[in-house]
């Protein structure tokens, strides 16, 4: 089993920053695929960023110039350093591992952390 865990979520005024970080731990061969994404309430589930095994990154338009994602393959870790924080950024942030593999051979699975809010206030 792997288990995610976020932190870094919090009360910050507009126009600050915060930095998420997850970690995954457990039983891990390889992680292909980490990201975070978010829920505003009332919405569905957006990509904030996510990294893929081939080099990519990729942004939702919700964090493209002022968020920046990064990863420490080392530690199963990545980070999501968030500026410029408005109102609208108000959600739980949930970090992802998607084509994770147990042991060698085995099936890809994905993974969820349980979430962090993040709240900004006006």
């Known amino acids: 089993q792997v288990q995610l865990v976020e932190s870094g979520g919090g009360l910050v005024q507009a126009g600050g920053s915060l930095r998420l970080s997850c970690t995954a731990s457990?039983?891990?061969?390889?992680?292909?695929?980490m990201g975070w994404y978010r829920r505003v309430p009332g919405k569905q589930r957006e990509l904030v960023a996510a990294?893929?095994?081939?080099?990519?990154?990729n942004y939702g338009d919700c964090a493209k110039g002022r968020f920046t994602f990064s990863r420490d393959n080392a530690k199963n870790t990545t980070y999501l350093q968030m500026n410029s924080l408005e109102p609208e950024d108000t959600a739980v942030y949930y970090c992802?591992?998607?084509?994770?593999?147990?042991?060698?051979?085995?099936?890809?699975?994905?993974?969820w952390g349980q979430g962090t809010q993040v709240t900004v206030s006006s």
């Open positions: 992802n591992a998607g084509r994770v593999q147990t042991r060698s051979w085995g099936p890809w699975q994905t993974y």
């Open positions: 457990g039983t891990i061969f390889s992680i292909n695929d």
């Open positions: 990294f893929s095994t081939g080099g990519v990154t």
